[in-house]
């Protein structure tokens, strides 16, 4: 009697537990449904947070692969690569790196042994688009070894906006510019009106495709998303160069600079000027900014 009562408590317990368990899952799964209909992007459905952490380590070894594996461990000095260097040399990511390339990551061998097994590793700073450990100087074209690790990084992250950066940039490099501008494309289809993306866009069109009123077009743009994205605070508010808003300032500077640029190719100097003594505003080097602007009117008034 007593076993006949224990195991019908046991079966309704269980039914108590199924049924809680469907109830927890179930909009689980109707959320999973609508992403899968929603989302074209296999690894962020299957991985979801976690696909972050798989793209950070595909775009770490892609910057391993430009520097033909001579590059720092967790446990080696990275001060000189807190941004990764292929990164860096693209001119539109703001740099965090200290010291320089740093070269000595290693440190002084411990022993015979680790001194003696670093002849057999690389061994040297080298870039790939100077043509790596092999010194050869005359194309670079191995740099194409890291795309398929960026674009996997990108696959796996496509909320990170230095990734399609960097990629199109080294696409421009190999020369494919119609590739490099559906990079940045798809980047704003998913990540809409960064600055960052417009930024290296108008570099294409500036300097690839020599179309200057859509490059400035596409700049002044960017300044407008800029605007929108820091907020209704006063630009020298905006500017106040800390950690967090480094990217922000940098590439406010770099937006002026460019327009700057390309206003004194198109002749238009009083407006080169103006973007001069905005980019000054969030300069490093404001002396050298105040250099061009000296010349520039200079310029404008020996034309008069």
Not at 55 to 69: Q, R
Not at 248 to 276: C, H, K, M, P
Request: aromatic share 10%.
């Amino acid at each position: 009697m007593h076993s006949a009562r224990a195991l019908f408590l046991l079966l309704l317990a269980l039914l108590i537990f199924c049924f809680g368990l469907a109830a927890n899952l179930l909009p689980q799964f109707r959320a999973m449904e609508i992403r899968l209909h929603q989302s074209d992007n296999f690894f962020v459905l299957i991985f979801g947070d976690s696909s972050r952490l798989f793209a950070n380590s595909a775009y770490t070894e892609a910057d391993s692969y430009y520097h033909s594996g001579f590059y720092p461990t967790m446990f080696d000095n990275r001060s000189g690569f807190q941004t990764p260097h292929m990164a860096e040399d693209t001119g539109a990511v703001a740099s965090r790196n200290q010291g320089g390339e740093d070269t000595s990551f290693m440190g002084p061998p411990r022993n015979w042994i680790d001194a003696f097994g670093r002849h057999f590793i690389p061994n040297r700073h080298t870039h790939l688009d100077t043509g790596g450990a092999s010194d050869d100087l005359s194309g670079g074209k191995e740099v194409g070894e890291i795309l398929p690790w960026l674009k996997l990084s990108a696959e796996l992250n496509p909320d990170d906006v230095n990734t399609y950066v960097v990629i199109s940039y080294w696409l421009v490099r190999l020369k494919q510019f119609d590739t490099a501008e559906q990079v940045l494309r798809e980047g704003m289809r998913q990540i809409p009106n960064d600055p960052h993306l417009l930024f290296q866009l108008g570099r294409i069109y500036f300097e690839n495709y020599h179309q200057t009123a859509q490059a400035r077009n596409i700049w002044e743009a960017a300044l407008r998303d800029w605007n929108k994205q820091t907020g209704n605070a006063p630009l020298a508010e905006k500017l106040k160069l800390n950690t967090e808003n480094l990217d922000n300032v940098y590439i406010f500077e770099q937006i002026e600079a460019n327009l700057a640029r390309l206003e004194t190719s198109a002749g238009n100097l009083n407006a080169a000027i103006a973007d001069w003594e905005q980019a000054k505003l969030a300069s490093p080097n404001p002396e050298d900014v105040q250099k061009n602007i000296d010349e520039l009117k200079q310029k404008a008034n020996g034309n008069k």
